[in-house]
């Protein structure tokens, strides 16, 4: 069993950045592999980035690719999102996930575990 408790939104103007944390509970953690993603009212949640369980391989969404890094501290049981540039689209609640799958997945049916969400706003 994993618990994730995502932290780091807020209120960002265009160009801005955040880094998001997500914090997870129980002994395992460096066994899954983790990934972000995001959700606008109304519609489907959507990818964001993934990371392997070593840190070692990373994937991210085309919308995001250049601009968000994800990374993790398996010492600290922490993934982490770095959000740079960020523009108005992304605004979204984001959420962060846990697969036992390898190497890294984009799919969300393939995580198990899953934060409540953090809002992250960003204005014109």
């Known amino acids: 069993q994993v618990q994730l408790v995502e932290s780091g939104g807020g209120l960002v103007q265009a160009g801005g950045s955040l880094r998001l944390s997500c914090a997870a509970s129980?002994?395992?953690?460096?066994?899954?592999?983790m990934g972000w993603f995001r959700q606008v009212p109304g519609k489907e949640r959507r990818f964001v980035a993934t990371?392997?369980?070593?840190?070692?391989?990373?994937y991210y969404a085309d919308s995001v690719k250049g601009r968000f890094t994800i990374s993790r501290d398996n010492a600290k049981n922490t993934v982490y999102l770095q959000m740079n540039s960020l523009k108005p689209e992304d605004t979204a609640v984001y959420y962060c996930a846990a697969a036992g799958v390898t190497p890294y997945s984009t799919y969300d049916r393939e995580y198990d575990y899953w934060g409540q969400g953090t809002q992250v706003t960003v204005s014109s």
């Open positions: 129980g002994r395992t953690f460096s066994s899954y592999v």
């Open positions: 990371i392997s369980w070593n840190g070692f391989t990373t």
